[in-house]
């Protein structure tokens, strides 16, 4: 009895092996037939396309492709290190122009608020134009609704530029007081074992939650890719317009478009910090904070850099 089990443990392990190692083989195929056949996906005008494109981005084969392309950009990087610093710079700078403009929407967001008020309690008026020639106009409690727009877009696509310039709140336990090398190999285990993770899980979820407030029929994550291609008969899009109040913001599918660009956004910074961290640790303390585009702060605003706890 013990033998069968520890038998079919045995062959469960060499299963999860072959399909683990038998997935990063076909990921190199179905990169490059994604890439010499991007009407199969791409092209909207067929049902099927679009399909496709629901199913894939949020499938094992695509997973795969990333994955590998990781990997092979990784051994690469270890193999010459001017490489992988230039992907770091590559994908910091990225991320930090991402969120240095998003930043913005702060501002605008402000601003907006300010017209508001000037417009409902000066002026008295029901609605805001905006625009010249032909203005966008729309009641004031559109406008007012909006305003939690541009509140996702500093949360979502400032998050991986925060996390660059060491911004976010740290509650530490143990990294300050262990050695430099400590450091870089707890940095790497949580881009490896909680950012990726957690990245790719929110994707999964925010993908198909982003696509059934975009087309009709509403796919589901548990429908393989025949099912959809099959649904694509009857395939229309049906854009998400529902207001949480009458006369309210009525695009509420962008919230959806953002937390699905911030998933990509974590995953990529992950990957990024695992590179810079490998780097630093593997150079030396000499490295530390080599190529960081780091913001400058004015006097009197160093009390909010690096918050701990």
């Known amino acids: 009895m013990e033998e069968a089990a520890t038998g079919g443990a045995f062959s469960a392990i060499l299963n999860g092996l072959g399909w683990f190692f038998g997935n990063i083989a076909m990921s190199f195929y ?24 629901v199913y894939y981005g949020a499938s094992v084969e695509f997973f795969f492709v990333i994955l590998t392309t990781f990997l092979v950009l990784t051994a690469i990087g270890i ?16 991320g930090n122009s991402v969120g240095r403009i998003a930043a913005w929407a702060g501002l605008i967001m402000v601003l907006q608020q300010v017209i508001i008020i000037f417009v409902q309690r000066i002026f008295a008026r029901p609605d805001i134009s905006f625009g010249f020639g032909v203005p966008v106009t729309f009641d004031v409690s559109w406008w007012s609704e909006e305003l939690k727009l541009y509140n996702a877009i500093v949360v979502t696509l400032c ?25 870089k190999i707890i ?8 950012m990726m993770p957690m990245a790719t899980l929110m994707w999964l979820y925010s ?21 959809l291609v099959n649904k694509a008969r009857a395939l229309r899009w049906n854009v998400e317009t529902i207001a949480f109040s009458p006369n309210g913001f009525s695009a509420y599918f962008l919230f959806k478009i953002l937390i699905v660009a911030m998933c990509a956004f974590i995953f990529l910074q992950a990957a990024t910090f695992f590179w810079r961290s490998y780097l630093e640790w593997k150079e030396g303390p000499e490295s530390e904070g080599k190529y960081h585009d780091h913001d400058r702060v004015e006097p009197g605003e160093e009390a909010y850099d690096h918050a701990e706890f």
């Open 30 to 53: 179905n990169l490059g037939y994604a890439l010499t056949h991007p009407s199969s996906w791409l092209g909207w005008s067929d049902n099927e396309a679009i399909m496709r494109f």
């Open 79 to 94: 193999w010459r290190h001017s490489f992988m610093w230039g992907l770091v710079r590559g994908c910091e700078a990225f």
């Open 159 to 183: 998050l991986a530029y925060t996390f660059i310039q060491g911004g976010h709140v740290r509650v530490d336990l143990i990294y300050s007081p262990v050695k430099y090398r400590t450091k």
């Open 187 to 194: 940095d790497m285990f949580g881009s490896l074992f909680f």
């Open 207 to 227: 993908w198909f939650f982003l696509w059934r407030h975009l087309i009709v029929p509403k796919p589901s994550a548990s429908e393989d890719l025949e099912r």
